[in-house]
């Protein structure tokens, strides 16, 4: 038996602190890797890379704050405004069934609200930091990295450019979305569902855990499937069949890996910082 419950809100300051800390340890185990391959490939740069990590974690910090600030506030307003996210939760606390045209809507209303604030931000602070960029290297005889940034920056603060960024990514998001929702609701109705350990926690709801197992099935074959639509495309166009097939082998590991280290981090996190909480209520 299964009960549709109703994603009524999120709260914001688990939310964020949550999704900062697993940003944190991805961005910890990234840095990692990266001194490792530099490491072998040129030892004497490995100084260079030690200098890049902390910024590299410093701006994993900053950016989720503000994204997971961003995403769980725009959530909570778009429901109030608009249908929110439902979901079927059987007696085993497994999503059998998530709704596919409000989940849809609303992840791209904020993907393209955050796109139209970067862009803001591109327009107004970008050109003050990228011509500081280009007159220190014109002064260190860098002309043609100099030349070359200007280009980049002239392009993406092309009116066309961001306009083309604001429609695309509300068209991009909406579709990718729908195809995932739809490929989760064939895996729920077969019994493979993402498992969720719930818990009451007064007018919340707590994450308590995520069953790793599920979890990398899940986005295991969401990732797959998007990858070999993506090889078609580039076989299509003309592309290598080592490109596609790379692309496919990607999209495995990447689901896998992915989806076990996200369930294993928040179980983790979840003990040490708490829980995501979040409002359901009965459909």
Known sequence: MSDVKILKSIDITSYTIMGTGIGVLFSVLFSIILLIAIGILNAQSIGVVAYIIPTIIVGTIMCSIYNRFAEGYLYNWLTKRMNPITFELNDEKEITKISTVPTALIASIITTILVILLCAIT???APIIISAIVQTLMF?????????????????MQPSFIAMSIIGSFIIT???TLIATYIYNLLGSKGKGIILDLSKDGA???LNSIDPVSLIIVLTVISLIFNIILAIITLISGGNAYQALGNIVGGLINGVIGGGLLAIFYNFLATKLGKLKIELIDN
Do not use: D, P
Not at 141 to 151: E, I, N, P, S, W
């Open 123 to 125: 327009i107004f602070i």
């Open 140 to 156: 260190s005889g860098q002309t043609v990295m100099a030349f070359a940034l200007y280009q980049v920056a002239a392009m993406i």
């Open 174 to 176: 909406f579709v990718f």
């Open 204 to 206: 919340m709801t707590s």
